[in-house]
């Protein structure tokens, strides 16, 4: 599976005040690990069959779980048919499902 990484400027710039600020001491090494961690959250696509299988083992409809994403029916739909890909948001949420569970998105 390929990992998408998503560069941004403010992430980027944000890390490097929080860098600054851990140099002055006024961040502790705990924190600027935990804010490291945060920004190498990597989001990798997923193929169609792993987006149904998440959706089964949550024991959902097709039309619940893209409630629960915020999208369409005809969406989630042609994820799992291998029409569309997700990207952006819904694909962030599907990669915290395959972590965490359905409830940490609930």
Request: proline share 4%.
């Given at each position: ?18 860098r600054g600020l851990h140099g002055a001491g006024l961040i502790s090494k705990r924190r600027m690990g935990e804010f490291d ?70």
């Amino acid at each position: 599976m390929a990992t998408t990484h998503r560069k941004s400027r403010v992430l980027e710039e944000m890390h490097e005040t929080a860098r600054g600020l851990h140099g002055a001491g006024l961040i502790s090494k705990r924190r600027m690990g935990e804010f490291d961690a945060l920004c190498r959250l990597d989001v990798h696509e997923m193929p169609p069959q792993k987006i149904k299988s998440l959706r089964e083992a949550s024991r959902l409809s097709q039309a619940v779980f893209a409630a629960v994403l915020n999208t369409s029916l005809s969406t989630v739909q042609k994820w799992e048919a291998g029409d569309k890909r997700p990207s952006g948001p819904s694909l962030k949420l599907l990669n915290l499902i395959e972590r965490k569970g359905l409830e940490a998105v609930l």
